[in-house]
């Protein structure tokens, strides 16, 4: 059974850091993708950043040299540092695992995290 925990979120000032961090739990045959989306109230969810097997990490403009994501690869984690946060990156984070659970899986499957709460505001 996979899982994925998030942990890390909370309430913070405008200008200050949080650091989330995903563990996926339940055996992988291979992971494919590690990434973080991020749901705001009233808007449709979006992709933050992602990282692939071959170490390829993609942002979304709003957060470049801002936020960086990074992955350990030998505990199945991902972790989104987050830095000089604004308040429009108020919103419930979600971790997002492609993966095929089996070698038999012909394509990967999208596996997702519960959310966490990130509120920036003072």
């Known amino acids: 059974q996979v899982q994925l925990v998030e942990s890390g979120g909370g309430l913070v000032q405008p200008g200050g850091s949080l650091r989330l961090s995903c563990a996926a739990s339940?055996?992988?045959?291979?992971?494919?993708?590690m990434a973080w989306y991020r749901q705001a109230p009233g808007k449709q969810r979006e992709l933050v950043a992602t990282?692939?097997?071959?170490?390829?990490?993609n942002y979304v403009d709003s957060v470049k040299g801002r936020f960086t994501i990074s992955r350990d690869g030998a505990k199945n984690t991902v972790n989104l540092q987050m830095n000089s946060l604004k308040p429009e990156d108020t919103a419930v984070y979600y971790c997002?695992?492609?993966?095929?659970?089996?070698?038999?899986?012909?394509?990967?499957?999208?596996?997702w995290g519960q959310g966490t709460q990130v509120t920036v505001s003072s």
């Open positions: 339940g055996g992988f045959f291979v992971i494919h993708a």
């Open positions: 990282t692939t097997l071959s170490g390829i990490t």
């Open positions: 997002n695992v492609r993966a095929r659970a089996s070698f038999y899986d012909a394509s990967p499957t999208d596996y």
